[in-house]
């Protein structure tokens, strides 16, 4: 059975990880005879947004481990206790929180960062030669993490995509049914909310992503 790590970025879409994307991948891999375990950086969230009234909710702090520990009912670790070698892929799913908290993108775009705890996290996928699936606006991290031409989508959007391309890029249009592969850097990546109108077109990409990412493992 292979065991697949699951890196979380808080809880909800606008300041943490997408929790339809979060939830629809661990029942895939669930549902494909897989284990899972999320994981998440042990770091202070960018700020806390108010999912009813959509405006940040100030002087209000909150962890992007605790958060996470939501979706993921308390069976989750950080970032840090990671042992490569007891994982066969790593799954990251989408929301505003890994543009936010896994990364800076939402704040700066194409000069973007990524935090220093979820870059050595990525890391040791990529070094040990693991599958990686990015879901959604995740994808941005690709070409800081693997560098110039590596693969990926984020759907069609004209600015992100410009975006992926200057940071040195090679994105690749995709439907929200799609997935893109990158067979060299074994990075499989899928829009989901970025195109989805419905929970279920979200789970088309999903859960294509998922089962490329197990035949890659």
Do not use: W
Request: aromatic content about 6%.
């Amino acid at each position: 059975m292979k065991n697949i790590a699951v890196l979380l970025a808080g809880c909800g879409v606008f300041d943490g990880s997408e929790i339809h994307e979060a939830v629809l991948t661990l029942l895939s891999l669930t549902k494909a005879g897989a284990r899972y375990q999320c994981f998440a950086p042990d770091i202070p969230q960018l700020h806390v947004v108010n999912h009813l009234s959509g405006e940040v909710a100030k002087d209000e702090h909150r962890n992007v481990l605790v958060e996470a520990a939501r979706i993921a009912r308390g069976d989750i670790k950080a970032t840090t206790e990671l042992d490569v070698a007891g994982f066969d892929a790593l799954i990251i799913p989408g929301g505003f929180g890994a543009a936010k908290n896994l990364c800076n993108f939402a704040l700066v775009g194409a000069d973007c960062d990524v935090a220093p705890e979820v870059r050595d996290f990525i890391a040791e996928f990529a070094l040990a030669k693991k599958p990686v699936g990015f879901i959604c606006i995740a994808p941005v991290m690709i070409p800081k993490l693997y560098g110039k031409g590596a693969i990926g989508t984020i759907g069609h959007d004209k600015g992100t995509s410009e975006a992926f391309c200057n940071m040195g890029g090679d994105h690749r249009d995709a439907s929200v049914h799609e997935i893109v592969v990158d067979d060299a850097n074994k990075i499989v990546s899928t829009p989901a909310y970025m195109l989805a109108g419905n929970i279920a077109e979200a789970h088309s990409g999903i859960e294509k992503l998922v089962n490329k990412v197990l035949s890659m493992a």
